[in-house]
């Protein structure tokens, strides 16, 4: 396979967005172990956030498939070895040998060391950053033909902050959240709560271990209501309208970012990146 496993553009301003389940691509040598069909890995994954990452000046990409190795996950537990890591899906027909589970975790070793050299440079820049970690989840898993899953506990957009520090960055959440409210949905605003569904993955916690005091990230879950989930077709308009809302709040977050003074402590340069 030639393609890339990730891209990530480089460009201005201190917000990131990270699509990093958008993939669905497998590495040729895995693919006549796998005992998962298409359809189901499809379904699991987040096909069409990497649209909305344009939202940011930086853009990360991933374009292999979670199935292959989840990125959103802690190394150990990166490659789905048993049905109960996988919501009950049988991904394998038997457990791939070591030297090819060897590449995948060496293919997570090389994202998150590409990934912290980036945001250590954006840091350097502007002083603090802020990642948008973009994903979308289910909400008909009885069937294409269910009923959706009750709304009080699947919100429109789900906000994980438990691992970050509010104290800190509780302000960022806040604009975040007034932000994506003002947008619509349906004729009503949008459902956006904290913690609900989910509080948050690997990928934002090991950004709040590896820069505590200097990066912001937010785990932001949108409920697959723009697109059949059963069958990959998306709602065009529907999903241009989530991304719309996305980009309003991205905006609203770097203008709270240049106002200065939200959060305690110095603000700038490598000296903040210190800290």
């Known amino acids: 396979m030639n393609n890339p496993a990730w891209s990530i553009h480089r460009g201005e301003g201190p917000l990131v967005a990270a699509a990093i389940h958008n993939g669905h691509e497998v590495r040729p040598e895995l693919l006549p172990l796998l005992a998962i069909s298409e359809a189901d890995r499809l379904r699991e994954e987040d096909p069409y956030t990497a649209r909305w990452t344009e939202l940011a000046g930086t853009r990360i990409v991933v374009h292999r498939s979670r199935f292959e190795?989840?990125?959103?996950?802690?190394?150990?537990?990166?490659?789905?070895?048993?049905?109960?890591?996988?919501?009950g899906l049988q991904v394998w027909q038997e457990e791939p040998p070591y030297a090819l589970l060897n590449r995948s975790y060496r293919l997570y070793d090389m994202f998150y060391r590409e990934v912290e050299g980036l945001l250590?440079?954006?840091?350097?820049?502007?002083?603090?950053?802020?990642?948008?970690?973009?994903?979308?989840?289910?909400?008909?898993?009885g069937g294409r033909?269910?009923?959706?899953?009750?709304?009080?506990?699947?919100?429109t957009v789900?906000?994980?902050?438990?691992?970050?520090?509010?104290?800190?960055?509780g302000p960022v959440v806040d604009r975040f959240e007034q932000s994506m409210r003002a947008a619509r949905w349906q004729g009503r605003p949008l459902d956006v709560r904290r913690n609900v569904k989910f509080q948050g993955g690997h990928f934002v916690q090991w950004i709040h271990r590896a820069f505590p005091e200097v990066a912001c990230a937010l785990?932001?879950?949108?409920k697959k209501v723009f697109m059949d989930e059963w069958t990959g077709a998306l709602e065009e308009p529907a999903h241009?309208?989530?991304?719309?809302?996305?980009?309003?709040?991205?905006?609203?977050?770097?203008?709270?970012?240049?106002e200065g003074g939200m959060v305690?402590?110095?603000?700038?340069g490598a000296e903040a990146a210190a800290r």
Not at 146 to 151: H, V
Not at 219 to 222: D, F, K, P, S, Y
Not at 240 to 258: T, Y
């Open 145 to 155: 033909a269910a009923q959706p899953d009750p709304q009080d506990a699947s919100p």
């Open 264 to 268: 305690p402590g110095r603000k700038r």
């Open 120 to 141: 250590a440079g954006l840091i350097e820049r502007h002083g603090r950053v802020v990642v948008f970690d973009l994903h979308t989840y289910n909400h008909r898993r």
């Open 158 to 169: 789900n906000l994980g902050t438990s691992h970050m520090g509010l104290r800190r960055w």
């Open 240 to 258: 241009a309208a989530f991304g719309r809302a996305l980009a309003a709040a991205g905006q609203d977050v770097v203008k709270l970012l240049a």
């Open 69 to 87: 190795a989840d990125l959103n996950r802690a190394r150990g537990r990166a490659v789905y070895l048993r049905p109960e890591d996988a919501w």
């Open 219 to 222: 785990a932001i879950e949108v």
